[in-house]
């Protein structure tokens, strides 16, 4: 669209409104006033012929009846029928423009105007089909009515007769004066309506931009409310809900970057850590063989004491050490079909040893879910059933004896693997940290807070999750989600 008729259209949403409805009265007013004017002419006309053809006859009657006396009487004629058609004019000079005559041969024999015999001497009718017409008379549109004078079977003349419209004319153009008035009241009332009802909807959706300006990017709030039922109504509850999913997402993106920091800095670390316990590890291996040496020579009994104790505290940096490779080596896994009844049962006979007591009593039948299977490593998975057991059995010793239930079963395409204690339970905020290497509340000569990092990492790398949960009513539940077989494919154990 070209610039400077641009300039001219609307642009703000009042306008429009406005511009609109103006428009559309407008041309609702120009129809009903046309469609009123052609009723009003048509009308107007219509009681104009009743009326002149009604006083057509009426005057034909009278006219019949001055042919009568003037035969008998032996007046002329033509005189005596013009001064009563000039008189009858007379009676409504703005109505009949004039009255003719004309006698049994059409020629003209009395006429209220004198200037029709100054024109011909002889003046032939031509009859009109239908009996009324419109003609122009003087520049004004008139009707002419042709009247006979006679009975129905004798013709003795012609009564003509021409009448002004004059009066019509004047009241359509009254009429057409009080439309105009009219429609320029009803379009300055729907100016003033539609301006008023387009302030009060726009005043809203002015309000919510305001605040969408006010937004802030950082923080995403706003004090916008809900305080109408209609469209702009729903339309501030969308924008409130819009506001607060993308504070969730703020937040959400600000936990993220945070996962990330740490990410880098647990990969930073597992990377030093590599080094050192490579470091590490072999002068460990040549201390534990001169212990070994030294321990078949020394017969003193304190001393063979006190290297028990460095032997034992040596195996206890050894197995640190190993956790840390364990932790931070890309291990090559061997994924088969894998059932979960024997990685269950291996790994409840590596943990027999602790359970010789009977304080603490295992829970599983592998008859429910034992056959569910899956492409997995089954010996690292037993080494995370198996972690997942000692810390099990390490909480319930803590309150002297429990039970320990594993379950297995199939939601989907996954298969679930839920091994669950009865023990004292997870602190809240010791939940979101229980997967973080080096975490743990054990003491220093029971664990070295890598196990549960290491089995997060393999079931991660089996391309499950391991997740915990903590009821408020104490215990603790462990659940692997590991993709299953589908549906009605055998499995074997490996």
């Known amino acids: 669209m070209d610039a400077p008729l641009a300039r001219f259209l609307p642009r703000t949403l009042v306008s429009k409104f406005v511009a609109t409805a103006f428009l559309a009265v407008s041309l609702v007013t120009l129809t009903v006033g046309i ?36 035969e008998l009487s032996g007046i002329r004629r033509a005189e005596y029928l013009n001064t009563a058609i000039s008189q009858l004019r007379l009676t409504d000079p703005k109505r009949i423009l004039k009255i003719r005559i004309f006698d049994e041969r059409r020629e003209l024999v009395a006429a209220s105007d004198p200037k029709d015999f100054l024109a011909l001497t002889r003046l032939t009718i031509r009859l009109p089909n239908p009996l009324m ?215 409840l006979a590596l943990v027999s040893y602790r359970l010789k007591d009977g304080r603490i009593r295992i829970v599983w039948d592998p008859a429910e879910g034992g056959s569910i299977s899956g492409q997995w490593d089954g010996p690292q998975l037993e080494q995370v059933v198996v972690n997942l057991l000692l810390n099990a059995i390490d909480a319930l010793e803590e309150k002297e004896g429990g039970t320990i239930t594993i379950t297995a079963s199939r939601n989907g395409a996954q298969a679930l693997l839920a091994i669950r204690d009865d023990g004292p339970g997870i602190p809240a905020q010791n939940l979101s940290r229980v997967f973080d290497p080096f975490f743990t509340t054990k003491g220093p000569d029971k664990g070295t807070g890598l196990g549960l990092s290491v089995s997060d990492k393999i079931i991660q790398d089996h391309g499950g999750t391991l997740e915990v949960d903590s009821p408020p009513g104490g215990g603790a539940v462990f659940t692997l989600r590991l993709p299953a077989e589908s549906a009605g494919v055998p499995g074997s154990a490996a």
């Open 35 to 70: 469609l009123g004017y052609r009723y009003q002419k048509k009308h107007l006309r219509e009681l104009a012929e009743n009326e002149f053809q009604t006083q057509g006859r009426t005057i034909a009657a009278l006219m019949l009846d001055l042919f009568r006396q003037a």
């Open 133 to 347: 017409e419109t003609v122009l008379y003087n520049g004004e549109e008139a009707v002419v009515v042709l009247r006979p004078l006679g009975p129905a079977t004798l013709t003795w003349g012609y009564l003509e007769i021409f009448y002004s419209l004059e009066q019509e004319a004047v009241f359509l153009k009254n009429f057409v004066a009080s439309e105009v008035q009219v429609g320029l009241g009803i379009l300055a009332l729907t100016l003033l309506i539609s301006w008023g009802f387009a302030r009060e909807l726009a005043r809203p959706i002015r309000r919510l931009t305001r605040e969408v300006l006010a937004v802030n990017p950082e923080h995403f709030t706003t004090e916008l409310v809900k305080d109408r039922n209609d469209e702009i109504g729903i339309l501030q509850e969308n924008f409130v809900g819009l506001i607060g999913r993308l504070r969730e997402a703020r937040e959400g993106e600000r936990r993220i970057q945070a996962q990330l920091i740490h990410t880098s800095k647990l990969a930073a670390l597992g990377t030093l850590t590599a080094g050192v316990a490579h470091e590490i590890n072999n002068p460990i291996t040549g201390m534990q063989s001169c212990l070994a040496r030294l321990q078949d020579t020394v017969k003193e009994p304190g001393a063979a004491r006190y290297l028990d104790v460095t032997r034992r505290s040596l195996a206890h940096i050894e197995k640190v050490v190993r956790g840390l490779l364990d932790f931070t080596r890309v291990k090559s896994y061997r994924f088969v079909c894998a059932q979960f009844a024997p990685v269950v049962e291996h790994s």
